[in-house]
């Protein structure tokens, strides 16, 4: 899939040009994937499983 990088790309709360849209190498997103998943925690209760505040993360 080709991509226009003539245009305008969000990053970091605003549009910017493609060739302005840099990450540092050593940056933790880069590592570990950090800006792409969404960590929801699940605690064990008496009554099951419970998600802390389900319906605002899905």
């Not at 991509?3 to 590592?31: P, Q, Y």
């Given at each position: 899939?080709?991509?226009?990088?003539?245009?305008?790309?969000?990053?970091?709360?605003?549009?910017?040009d493609?060739?302005?849209?840099?990450?540092?190498?050593?940056?933790?997103?880069?590592?570990?994937?950090?800006?792409?998943?969404?960590?929801?925690?699940?605690?064990?209760?008496?009554?099951?499983?419970?998600?802390?505040?389900?319906?605002?993360?899905?």
């Amino acid at each position: 899939m080709a991509f226009d990088e003539s245009g305008k790309i969000w990053f970091n709360g605003e549009f910017v040009d493609w060739k302005e849209a840099n990450v540092h190498a050593l940056s933790h997103v880069v590592h570990y994937g950090s800006s792409v998943f969404e960590g929801i925690r699940c605690y064990n209760t008496k009554k099951g499983p419970a998600v802390f505040r389900l319906a605002e993360h899905v």
